[in-house]
């Protein structure tokens, strides 16, 4: 796929949550091979793994902004079954069901109220989406809200470009006894092919 019909800046300068929605449908049926062949997006994978080392395989995950799937289908390989998949773009969503590696999937906004009981998983994962004009901090309020005391929150954040407002959501969550930090990763290159400045981290946190 050419840079002109795929840029991962394009996906940082969308003004607006319609704009973002309509960039992730026009790129959703090209999105996995630009990233992985042509970018070397690893995140989704280094993500499962962590995941793979914290949760038994019998855990309930959510997915969040799952995209096409590419943490569902790394956590399928590594043997979890009881997936949801939720992203903005219908686009996106339709890719990762095809893949067959959620139980479901659900067409939703991470900043909004999730359709989703209190308690509801035993973990989440939100990988690439807290990145700026995407998901905003106030995001994790929900994804704390839908896990159950004691499960997980895996995470990436970008390293090189923070977005906006997350040093502060986390350190209010921590303060309020929502949850306690379990570990925080060192940066690595997540598309060392295309964009090899853009550096996340993998963060842990435990539900309280």
């Given at each position: 796929m050419s840079k002109d019909l795929f840029d991962v800046e394009r996906l940082y300068r969308a003004r607006t949550t319609g704009e973002l929605i309509d960039e992730y449908d026009r790129v959703a049926t090209g999105y996995d091979r630009a990233l992985l062949d042509?970018?070397?997006?690893?995140?989704?994978?280094?993500?499962?793994?962590?995941?793979?080392?914290?949760?038994?395989?019998?855990?309930?995950?959510l997915d969040a902004a799952c995209g096409t799937g590419l943490v569902g289908d790394g956590l399928r390989r590594l043997g979890f079954a009881a997936l949801?998949?939720?992203?903005?773009?219908?686009?996106?969503?339709?890719?990762?069901?095809?893949?067959?590696?959620?139980?479901?999937?659900?067409?939703?906004?991470?900043?909004?109220?999730?359709?989703?009981?209190d308690h509801a998983f035993d973990a989440f994962c939100v990988c690439g989406a807290f990145t700026p004009r995407h998901a905003p901090a106030e995001s994790l309020d929900e994804l704390v809200r839908i896990t159950r005391p004691g499960g997980y929150g895996i995470f990436t954040l970008r390293a090189d470009d923070p977005a906006p407002g997350f040093d502060a959501r986390i350190a209010a969550l921590a303060d309020a006894g929502r949850w306690t930090l379990l570990h925080v990763g060192t940066d690595f290159q997540s598309l060392p092919k295309a964009e090899p400045h853009v550096r996340n981290r993998i963060h842990v946190y435990r539900i309280a």
């Open positions: 042509e970018h070397a997006w690893c995140a989704p994978e280094i993500l499962a793994g962590v995941a793979a080392w914290l949760l038994p395989r019998d855990s309930r995950i949801h998949g939720l992203d903005l773009s219908p686009g996106m969503l339709a890719v990762a069901r095809q893949k067959g590696c959620y139980e479901g999937t659900t067409l939703a906004a991470l900043g909004d109220r999730l359709p989703f009981a």
